[in-house]
């Protein structure tokens, strides 16, 4: 019996070697795995709901071609997913005028009530309009870190740059963010104090 | 105090943009690209864009072409050189070929030449 592979990963590179062999199922279960990561990333980097589809929808088709010369135990593949979702956000936030962000993106069910959704609603938007304010370096950090939860070396592998940069690019995200929604504490529901 | 400090609230705002789900109608988008480029069991393989080298003897008609080409070039370039059967001195240094004779007389006759 083949020993288990507790790779971090591994089970991802494996959904992509069933892609590669013609698995009818993969092309499903790779969209599910991987294009909500790369949807949210694009959300928060372009506070714009319909770019952010168009982000995923280019992330994932590259994913795809790249998934039958994948090598296994090379580049993670959320690693390489998101950095290639980042460089895509980052081309588009380049090239376009400032958007407003004109739909809201839909929200994960569960929110108990339609006051929480609201109030969830709100904070989503404020975040995007505080992120937007931050430099790129920072916002793509800061949505890494406390957004998609990844840990300083995975962020640093993808952005290209040491440890301790991200640190400092975090830190400074986080200071921006703090001032930039200092007058919107009560309106977003946050207890005063 | 109006000032967002607490770790905790920021937390809670991060907590709502990890919240966002993407539409069904994109899934649904992007499934349907997976698919049109899964490579099929058994299919032919993907073919490899040619390479550079190949694409120049594609363009003069592939490796048999190319080698038949250069074979003539080559005897050409000998018979040139060695001239085996004396083709060269039998024409003699400095004298004319007349490859179509009687042209003269033709072209006076065409174009009223005295």
């Known amino acids: 019996m083949a020993a288990l592979d507790q790779r971090p990963g591994a089970a991802d590179e494996d959904l992509l070697a069933a ?11 790779m969209t599910e795995r991987f294009a909500p990561l790369a949807y949210r990333l694009a959300l928060r ?3 714009d709901a319909a770019e952010a589809e168009d982000v995923a929808q280019e992330a994932m088709i590259r994913l795809f071609k790249a998934a039958p010369g994948w090598r296994p135990g090379g580049a993670k593949v959320t690693s390489w997913l998101y950095r290639v979702s980042a460089n895509l956000a980052t081309d588009r936030s380049r090239r376009r005028r400032g958007v407003p962000l004109d739909e809201a993106a839909e929200l994960a069910d569960g929110a108990p009530s339609a006051e929480a959704r609201l109030t969830e609603r709100a904070r ?6 505080a992120l937007a304010l931050l430099p790129e370096r920072q916002r793509l950090a800061l949505v890494l870190r406390h957004i998609e939860g990844l840990a300083n070396p995975e962020i640093a592998a993808i952005m290209e740059i040491g440890t301790e940069a991200v640190e400092s690019l975090t830190a400074r995200g986080k200071r921006a963010l703090r001032a930039a929604l200092a007058g919107e504490r009560l309106a977003l529901g946050f207890e005063d104090g | 105090m109006d000032e967002m400090t607490d ?3 920021l937390e809670e705002l991060f907590g709502a943009g990890r919240a966002a789900l993407p539409p069904d109608r994109l899934l649904q988008r992007i499934t349907a690209e997976g698919r049109a480029l899964q490579p099929r069991p058994g299919g ?3 073919v ?17 072409m ?7 070039v080559a005897a050409g370039f000998w018979l040139g050189l060695a001239d085996p059967g004396g083709y060269v001195a039998a024409l003699g240094a400095g004298e004319t070929v007349e490859l179509l004779p009687g042209a003269d007389a033709g072209f006076a006759a065409i174009f009223g030449e005295s």
Not at chain 1, 19 to 29: L, T, V
Not at chain 2, 51 to 64: I, V
Not at chain 2, 66 to 72: D, K, N, P
Request: a positive charge; proline letters at 10%.
């Open chain 1, 19 to 29: 892609y590669a062999a013609g698995d009818p199922a993969a092309p499903r279960r």
């Open chain 2, 44 to 46: 032919p393989a993907p």
């Open chain 1, 124 to 129: 989503a938007e404020a975040l995007d309009r």
């Open chain 2, 48 to 64: 490899a864009a040619p390479g550079r080298r190949r694409a120049f003897f594609e363009a003069f008609g592939g490796w048999r």
């Open chain 1, 45 to 47: 980097m372009l506070a």
């Open chain 2, 7 to 9: 770790d905790r609230d």
């Open chain 2, 66 to 72: 190319v080698g038949g080409l250069t074979a003539s």
